[in-house]
């Protein structure tokens, strides 16, 4: 996303963890990140991270297209919050884009950073990314995370995805499942999200790293949905295994910039949201060996208000059409269906996030239809990730350097 976009998500911080710079430096870096200072791109003042928990407080009553509902304030402080994902006991994982990975109790304690994430490449809209928890955690104890890996000189990267089994003070056996190759990247385009569906898969949304023509390319891993075992292994019927010149890993290909999946509660079938340049972010239903068309068909236009240079035009043979776009970007982030109890009226709708449209978009559904689409919280927020709890509320992260944790619940919940 191109940083002076009307809907690009803010440039980020700007420090890089390199390797191969001073042995020096780069203990300083670390020691930086350790205790969550982070570089505030438009004062360049250093921010040190004080997450301070909230949940105590009123809930502001808000008003929806279905009644009032409570918005309560869980957590603030935390830097570019990214991503969060809930464990068994209720316990929530939450990742900070600089490359901090915190822990969140249901008793309101939030932990320091937990020990064990890979280092990443801090750059624009680099950094750590998804957390997602493996279905077989109660057994394995594994979370897996999505990141920018810088390359062995750290000017570039690319999105990668670890594994490790999360202990007291971190992640233990940390280990790297799937890398996207060639590192093209200077900090833009990373994707990315982690699913896991009912048949014991992997799919990992990766985005163009900003080199539109690659998402075409079947030897590069750049605008791919990817398909594996959780443990890095390619399927047997993954739909380029075996074809010369094509990566194994690749589920579905032309993607722009995916930062949104989940499966349908109902259907089991994965969807996904990318973003679009100048208007055109879509919603996709990856089917395998498909092509979606970026950057040859798109929705939206070049930043510079004419033609996208690759594009043919909104519909090219050979591309499937999104199953839903916007013509004036949100700018979508995080994906969750909701199939909770809370809020029976919601049941079956789709979340996403919207970080230019500073909103929280609730679409209706008619089987796989989108029938109709309310916007919440608008103006408010970026809103960054969007997930549903194991109680049925609905939990936020806002995007920022004062980021919060936020949830939506029925009125009556509130003091």
């Not at 008003?63 to 509902?69: A, D, F, K, P």
């Not at 109660?138 to 062995?152: A, F, I």
């Not at 929705?299 to 690759?310: F, I, K, R, T």
Request: hydrophobic letters at 35%; a negative charge; proline letters at 8%.
């Amino acid at each position: 996303m191109k940083p002076s976009s009307p809907h690009a998500p803010d440039p980020g911080p700007t420090r890089v963890a390199r390797a191969g710079i001073a042995t020096g430096s780069l203990v300083l870096l670390v020691a930086l990140v350790a205790c969550g200072v982070e570089r505030d791109p438009q004062s360049g003042q250093d921010i040190i991270a004080t997450p301070r928990y909230h949940a105590d407080a009123p809930a502001e009553v808000i008003e929806g297209e279905h009644g009032s509902l409570a918005l309560r304030l869980i957590a603030d402080g935390l830097v570019r919050p990214w991503s969060l994902a809930f464990l068994p006991d209720g316990d929530m994982l939450v990742t900070e884009r600089p490359g901090r990975l915190r822990r969140i109790s249901v008793d309101g304690a939030i932990s320091d950073p937990l020990g064990g994430v890979p280092t990443v490449l801090l750059q624009g809209q680099s950094g750590l990314l998804d957390v997602a928890i493996a279905p077989t955690f109660p057994d394995d104890r594994l979370v897996y995370l999505s990141y920018g890996e810088p390359n062995w000189r750290g000017n570039k990267g690319g999105t990668a995805v670890a594994r490790g089994r999360l202990g007291e003070r971190g992640l233990e056996d940390v280990q790297v499942v799937f890398r996207q190759e060639p590192k093209l990247s200077h900090g833009t385009h990373m994707g990315s999200r982690i699913v896991f569906d009912d048949q014991g898969f992997m799919f990992i949304g990766t985005g163009d790293n900003r080199s539109a023509a690659t998402a075409q390319l079947l030897d590069h891993l750049q605008g791919k949905v990817v398909r594996l075992y959780p443990d890095g292994r390619v399927p047997e019927d993954n739909p380029f295994l075996g074809r010369e010149g094509a990566r194994p890993e690749i589920w579905s290909y032309g993607h722009r910039n995916i930062q949104g999946m989940a499966l349908h509660p109902q259907t089991r079938v994965l969807w996904s949201h990318e973003h679009g340049p100048m208007g055109g972010d879509e919603i996709n239903l990856p089917q395998p060996g498909r092509n979606y068309g970026w950057p040859l068909a798109t929705h939206g236009q070049d930043y510079s208000g004419g033609a996208v240079p690759e594009a043919m035009g909104t519909s090219v043979e050979g591309t499937e059409q999104p199953h839903h776009y916007w013509p004036v970007s949100p700018a979508v982030s995080g994906m969750a269906f909701y199939a909770g109890d809370a809020f029976p009226e919601w049941r079956g709708d789709l979340f996403i996030g919207a970080l230019a449209g500073q909103a929280l978009i609730r679409l209706e559904l008619d089987g796989d239809r989108i029938v109709h689409e309310e916007r919440l919280l608008q103006g408010r927020d970026r809103i960054r990730d969007v997930r549903v709890g194991p109680d049925g509320f609905v939990y936020l992260l806002t995007d920022g350097i004062d980021g919060k944790l936020l949830r939506l619940e029925p009125p009556a919940t509130s003091p």
